[in-house]
């Protein structure tokens, strides 16, 4: 086999495979083909192996397969312990490939969207051995990024869309959970030792739990040689400020799923700047609703793993400067100061008006903490219409517990007359985002 030292700069490797820069950073990006180790000064390295790798792929492409077929069949040639320079040669023609290309097949339980629905199916009933053992099949036939996009992070999101739904307990949404989280961890610490200088802190803000993202992103950035510092979940921004001056990182990434953490990303990332520290965010809540990113002073990573990665290599050589953001209004301070303190006698109010119904208290309680934590968040980045998409996950999610569309009016309606009563004329901007909340 070829050598894999790294050796070829970008250029060399340009002029002997007659491709583009663009071309070839593609491929990386999309394909983890080829792997290049980077210099201290972030500049790309290659080998003798990756610039045959890529002849490779441009000759299966001459011959019809697209790169992502040709990348396909590199990795289920190998993945099969055969060498793919003595199975399939440049010189080869087109005819001679045919039949080899036509061995290389998987069949529909082998597929990624087979083998996905065999692992949920093993979490759903509790199987651990089944599910592992699909796990381990698929890391057999695919590679490591695939799996964990494709089968292990679609997994997830399949999970959580049937407990949202009703059609899984949680139960069965932790369990999955748990899995993944065991693999991610023991991938993550089977990863390379870093061959980089540069040091990345990744973790989650204040109250956000959700750290399947950033571990993802954890794995991915330590492969690329990258040392990776994660702090896990739930970390409170002093936190993140103490760990800052202990090791002064190239740059911060911050992940938030939900409204709420991204008011406390939002916190985090404020105390941290203005430490002149480079911060780098994303998460679901932030490609549900755009406009957040105006809020939050750092970069944003992009709606994908493959966009955050390049934005990683990019904020790592570049000199960015912090885009300004958007100020939250007098009038919103005014009315989370008021808030925070009369909440409590708010929900009571509440539930007193709501007695009547006969609903479960738990109901109450659990509305309680996801109105009012986001009421906080919307009123601390600067405007309530950023809580529009998470009433209609309150709604969907209390008519799958088999309760009436019209419980979640009655409610908005309690809550808009207990404010009123407790917080007069600071109400004023939040009943009129409630006059607006339709049932």
């Known amino acids: 086999m070829p050598s894999q030292t790294p050796a070829y700069n970008l250029k060399a490797v340009l002029q002997e495979t007659g491709l583009g820069a663009d071309t070839l950073r593609a491929w990386e990006r999309r394909y983890g083909l080829p792997a290049p180790q980077r210099t201290p000064g972030g500049h790309r390295l290659y080998s003798h192996d990756d610039i045959t790798t890529l002849k490779w792929l441009t000759a299966r492409q001459r011959e019809g397969l697209s790169i992502s077929r040709a990348v396909d069949l590199w990795r289920a040639v190998t993945a099969q312990g055969r060498d793919p320079f003595a199975i399939v040669t440049p010189a080869r023609t087109a005819a001679a490939q045919t039949p080899i290309a036509e061995t290389i097949y998987f069949p529909p339980e082998t597929g990624l969207d087979g083998l996905r629905a065999r692992w949920l199916a093993a979490c759903l009933n509790y199987n651990e051995s089944a599910a592992e053992q699909t796990l381990n099949q698929a890391f057999g036939l695919y590679s490591l990024e695939t799996v964990c996009t494709q089968l292990l992070a679609r997994g997830v999101s399949e999970i959580g869309t049937l407990w949202y739904e009703n059609r899984a307990s949680v139960q069965q949404e932790h369990f999955a959970s748990g899995l993944v989280m065991r693999r991610l961890s023991a991938l993550i610490a089977s990863a390379p030792t870093p061959t980089r200088t540069a040091t990345i802190i990744v973790g989650c803000p204040a109250e956000e739990s959700h750290t399947f993202t950033s571990m993802l992103l954890t794995l991915f950035l330590r492969r690329r040689g990258i040392n990776i510092i994660y702090l896990g979940a739930n970390v409170p921004a002093n936190r993140f400020e103490e760990t800052l001056t202990a090791i002064q990182p190239h740059l911060i990434l911050l992940s938030a799923q939900q409204l709420f953490t991204a008011a406390t990303l939002q916190q985090a990332a404020l105390m941290l700047s203005a430490r002149d520290a480079k911060i780098a965010y994303g998460g679901r809540i932030f490609h549900l609703v755009p406009e957040l990113k105006s809020r939050i002073p750092g970069f944003y990573l992009g709606d994908t793993l493959e966009s955050a990665l390049e934005t990683v290599e990019e904020l790592l050589v ?104 407790h917080m007069g004329d600071d109400a004023n901007l939040l009943l009129a985002w409630m006059a607006n909340v339709q049932p």
């Open 318 to 421: 570049e000199r960015a400067v912090t885009p300004p953001i958007a100020p939250t209004s007098t009038e919103n301070f005014a009315a989370l100061k008021v808030y925070l303190l009369k909440r409590g006698l708010i929900e009571t109010t509440i539930n007193e008006q709501l007695l009547p119904t006969g609903l479960n208290p738990e109901y109450f309680a659990t509305a309680h903490k996801f109105f009012g934590n986001n009421i906080i968040a919307a009123l601390q980045l600067g405007d309530l219409h950023y809580m529009d998409g998470e009433m209609d996950w309150l709604r969907v999610m209390l008519q799958s517990n088999h309760l009436q569309e019209q419980v979640v009016s009655d409610y908005v309606k309690a809550y808009a007359t207990a404010i009123r009563w």
